[in-house]
């Protein structure tokens, strides 16, 4: 990969708190939700309810698509990344604590609430396949395509 890409994709997964995850339900639509994130590197966390529709969607299927972004007034402005994934539930109670920590360091502002326990929710590990890094600077619609 190269460098300055990384970089890049590094900075926007850094800088953004929020994305939106695509999982395939059963009857074959997909499903976009908007979750909080957190990263280390490119290996990307979050974690939601055991008993939403995402973890049994991933059961079935690991296969996402992502997208971070932030809102602009100018579109030639726009940047973010478009990412196809696979996603795994972590069952290691050492890295789903360590989620948990690095969510706690990107989202300060929540120490004031209970952290929920890794028992009591699911945390999923998403590994990146195929990287879209989107740059409008650069033309309309401009994207430059990472295969990790």
């Known amino acids: 990969m190269d460098e300055l890409l990384k970089s890049k994709i590094l900075d926007l997964l850094d800088h953004h708190r929020i994305m939106t995850v695509a ?22 966390y979050f974690l939601c309810s055991p008993d939403s529709q995402k973890p ?10 992502l997208t971070i972004d932030h809102d602009v007034s100018d579109p030639m402005a726009i940047t973010g990344l478009s990412i196809a994934a696979e ?12 989620a948990l920590k690095l969510l706690a360091t990107r ?7 209970p952290m ?12 990146p396949r195929v990287i879209s890094v989107l740059d409008y600077a650069k033309g309309f619609g401009h994207t430059d395509l990472v295969t990790v």
């Open 23 to 44: 999982t395939n339900r059963p009857d074959g639509w997909p499903q976009a939700t908007t979750v909080g994130y957190v990263n280390n590197g490119l290996t990307i």
């Open 56 to 65: 049994a969607n991933l059961a079935r299927d690991s296969r996402i698509s």
């Open 87 to 98: 996603a795994q539930r972590v069952t290691d109670p050492t890295e789903a604590a360590k």
């Open 107 to 113: 989202y300060p502002e929540y120490a004031a609430f």
């Open 116 to 127: 929920p326990k890794p028992e009591d929710i699911a945390v999923f590990r998403v590994h």
